[in-house]
């Protein structure tokens, strides 16, 4: 099993910035896929971000490409969320999630991820 807890949320305005770390545990973690989904409420959850094994692969959903940044540090075994010109809309608690099944995926269904962690909230004011 993979242990996975983000931290990093918090309060922001439209425009800040904020970055996501996630930190995995329990498993080797350069062998499988990370990402990030997020839900907002009344919403279901929606894929954010993800990036391959080793980093050489990523996807970003359209409402989040050109602002946010997904990496890892395969040596540190985390993966970090870099989110840049935020929105009100981007409002939402967001979730580190990873597959090991599957260790070149960069994009998927919330179904399709194996490991999901406890959620940070994210709140942008306008």
């Known amino acids: 099993q993979v242990q996975l807890v983000e931290s990093g949320g918090g309060l922001v305005q439209a425009g800040d910035s904020l970055r996501l770390s996630c930190v995995a545990s329990?498993?080797?973690?350069?062998?499988?896929?990370m990402g990030w989904f997020r839900q907002a409420p009344g919403k279901e959850r929606e894929f954010v971000a993800g990036?391959?094994?080793?980093?050489?692969?990523?996807y970003y959903a359209d409402s989040t490409k050109g602002r946010f940044h997904i990496s890892r540090d395969n040596a540190k075994n985390t993966v970090d969320l870099q989110m840049d010109s935020l929105k009100p809309e981007d409002t939402a608690v967001y979730y580190c999630?990873?597959?090991?099944?599957?260790?070149?995926?960069?994009?998927?269904?919330?179904?399709?991820?194996?490991?999901w962690g406890q959620g940070t909230q994210v709140t942008v004011s306008s």
């Open positions: 990036i391959s094994w080793n980093g050489g692969n990523t």
């Open positions: 999630v990873a597959d090991w099944a599957e260790p070149c995926r960069v994009v998927g269904k919330a179904e399709d991820y194996d490991g």
């Open positions: 329990g498993r080797t973690f350069r062998a499988y896929a």
